[in-house]
């Protein structure tokens, strides 16, 4: 082994560092963030009222609120996961790159994790956390449309 490839090497060490860092962050903040997701619908599965006239203002006003928050929560968790997945994207970009130095036509092992459609394969996994914020939105839009319509028949206009 060369100096050349012993530098490359030590460099290609780094860039991992770097990798299992931004994966390392990644999959907390996806847990936080599916844990808050899922103590907010808990909470609000206390509030919501299972037949118009159990329904309160109070309690309808307070799961709306749950809702707008959750919602938002959604939207900021795939804004953060769209910014991991770019860094995580970066490192294994830049370590295709750097393995030809460091171990020659000898091991493919970023090289190989490419796609069709430019990505590496092991995304499948990490795009779990945000179609769970998916089915997060899906289920708050629902519960948005269940209190409106418990709202709109309280008011007794229909």
């Known amino acids: 082994m060369n100096d050349d490839q012993k530098l490359a090497l030590e460099q290609l060490r780094n860039v991992i560092g770097y ?3 931004e994966n390392t962050v990644y999959w907390t903040r996806s847990g936080f963030l599916l844990t808050a997701e899922a ?9 919501v009222p299972t037949s118009v ?6 309690a309808l ?5 749950l809702c707008a928050v959750a919602l938002v929560l959604c ?4 804004k953060m996961i769209e910014n991991s997945l770019y860094w995580i994207n970066r490192w294994i970009g830049l370590l295709q790159s750097m393995e ?5 036509d000898k091991y493919k092992i970023f090289r190989d994790l490419d796609t069709s459609d430019g990505q590496a394969s092991t995304h ?12 997060f939105i899906v289920a ?3 519960l948005l449309l269940y209190l409106l319509v418990v709202a709109i028949a309280k008011t007794g206009i229909f």
């Open 19 to 21: 990798l299992q860092y």
């Open 39 to 47: 103590a907010l619908l808990g909470f609000n599965a206390r509030v």
């Open 53 to 58: 006239s159990d329904a309160s203002w109070p």
């Open 61 to 65: 006003g307070i799961a709306f609120g």
């Open 75 to 78: 939207w900021l968790g795939l």
């Open 100 to 104: 030809p130095d460091a171990f020659g």
């Open 124 to 135: 499948f996994a990490r795009d779990t956390a945000k179609y769970l914020i998916y089915v």
């Open 140 to 142: 708050w839009l629902m």
